[in-house]
């Protein structure tokens, strides 16, 4: 079994800045990627950022030139630097893994989510 554990969310101002983290434990034989996706009321979960364990970095259109991903110095750990918060950054932000437990079964587990809130 694998864990993600998030935190780092809160209420900031438009135009101020959040740092996320996710630590991963438990059944971990190898990480291939760590990720985070968001979730606004009303809309569809989406992508915002994530990074391989070879440090391939994708991002959301909507949030490249602000927000930042990366690890750790333990490769289970990852960060999620906001920066210029905009009101539409407004949601619950998840973390995943993808990754192969001791026997080889490829997992993509979820954490519980962390709220952002971006609002005057």
């Known amino acids: 079994q694998v864990q993600l554990v998030e935190s780092g969310g809160g209420l900031v101002q438009p135009g101020g800045s959040l740092t996320l983290s996710c630590t991963a434990s438990?059944?971990?034989?190898?990480?291939?990627?760590m990720g985070w996706y968001r979730q606004a009321p009303g809309k569809e979960r989406e992508l915002v950022a994530a990074?391989?364990?070879?440090?391939?970095?994708n991002y959301a259109d909507s949030v490249k030139g602000r927000f930042t991903i990366s690890r750790g110095n333990a490769e289970t750990t990852v960060y999620l630097q906001m920066n210029s918060l905009k009101p539409e950054d407004t949601a619950v932000y998840y973390c995943t893994a993808r990754l192969y437990s001791s026997s080889l079964t490829l997992l993509d587990p979820w954490g519980q989510g962390t709220q952002v809130t971006v609002s005057s």
């Open positions: 990074i391989t364990s070879g440090g391939s970095i």
């Open positions: 438990g059944d971990i034989y190898r990480l291939i990627a």
